[in-house]
């Protein structure tokens, strides 16, 4: 696979990408779009990673798209890389393996949808977040209207994207959008630990739990439920639980590799 724009590692059963464009504030076009992509169903087949981290090398996360390839665009070629970041975003998403956005910088545009694509955000102080499209007569084009709006509510976003001012770590943490800040020398030590704690429960339950949330985030309550209850009954099958269970009985660390 060539990673010309991401650096990928994996260490303690913990997967890394980092967007690698230092040099346009890791402004993302479609080849490192599809790097991404690659690299999240590689860790997603790769039984030795339990969870991703996904961050930017240097002062940005993710500026936004490259404008200088937007700007050659027309609409054609627009509608397909659009198609193409949904796509991308709504894998990482929906990826069995819980993903966390460690956010050193920049995160606009692309950047903050990517973010919000992820299933946990943790911020630098030195984030800055926001969806500036409408400042180039654009809207967002990789999902952003709809994620923002249910993470942060309709009214903050519809806000944020129709003035497409940007909005500082401690701004993001008010209105939900990340779920923790930390000092800028402590963001990926920070997400590591994190990583850390959901490794050492059980790996199964937590791909169920993920998939049942986000299932049925978007279905009525009673269809919902229904989801977890068939999720709930399916892990007694396992023997993860049976092992999770008794150690807990047995005041013992679970050995999840039984």
């Known amino acids: 696979?060539?990673?010309?724009?991401?650096?990928?590692?994996?260490?303690?059963?913990?997967?890394?990408?980092?967007?690698?464009?230092?040099?346009?504030?890791?402004?993302?076009?479609?080849?490192?779009?599809?790097?991404?992509?690659?690299?999240?169903?590689?860790?997603?087949?790769?039984?030795?990673?339990?969870v991703v981290i996904i961050t930017g090398e240097g002062k940005a996360f993710v500026s936004g798209s490259d404008i200088s390839r937007l700007a050659k665009m027309d609409p054609l070629a627009a509608r397909e890389y659009s198609q193409i970041g949904?796509?991308?975003?709504?894998?990482?998403?929906?990826?069995?393996?819980?993903?966390?956005?460690?956010?050193?910088?920049?995160?606009?545009?692309?950047?903050?949808?990517?973010?919000?694509?992820?299933?946990?955000?943790?911020?630098?102080?030195?984030?800055?977040?926001?969806?500036?499209?409408?400042?180039?007569?654009?809207?967002?084009g990789h999902a952003g209207t709809q994620r923002l709006a249910r993470l942060v509510g309709v009214g903050k976003a519809k806000e944020l994207i129709f003035t497409g001012e940007m909005i500082d770590a401690s701004e993001a943490l008010r209105i939900g959008?990340?779920?923790?800040?930390?000092?800028?020398?402590?963001?990926?030590e920070e997400a590591k630990s994190l990583a850390k704690k959901i490794i050492e429960v059980g790996p199964t339950a937590v791909r169920f739990a993920k998939t049942v949330i986000n299932r049925g985030i978007d279905a009525n309550l009673t269809t919902a439920n229904a989801y977890e209850t068939e999720a709930f009954s399916i892990l007694f099958s396992t023997a993860e639980a049976r092992e999770g269970m008794s150690a807990f009985l047995e005041k013992r660390k679970p050995n999840w590799s039984k």
């Open 1 to 50: 696979m060539s990673t010309e724009h991401i650096i990928v590692e994996k260490a303690e059963r913990t997967g890394v990408v980092k967007i690698n464009r230092p040099d346009v504030y890791n402004a993302v076009n479609v080849e490192a779009m599809v790097e991404l992509e690659h690299a999240m169903h590689g860790f997603n087949e790769d039984k030795d990673v339990l």
């Open 86 to 140: 949904q796509r991308v975003l709504s894998f990482i998403e929906n990826m069995e393996k819980p993903v966390i956005a460690a956010v050193n910088g920049f995160a606009l545009g692309s950047g903050c949808e990517l973010a919000m694509a992820c299933d946990i955000r943790i911020a630098s102080e030195k984030a800055k977040f926001g969806q500036p499209e409408v400042k180039l007569g654009l809207i967002p």
């Open 177 to 188: 959008l990340v779920n923790k800040v930390v000092v800028p020398e402590a963001l990926l």
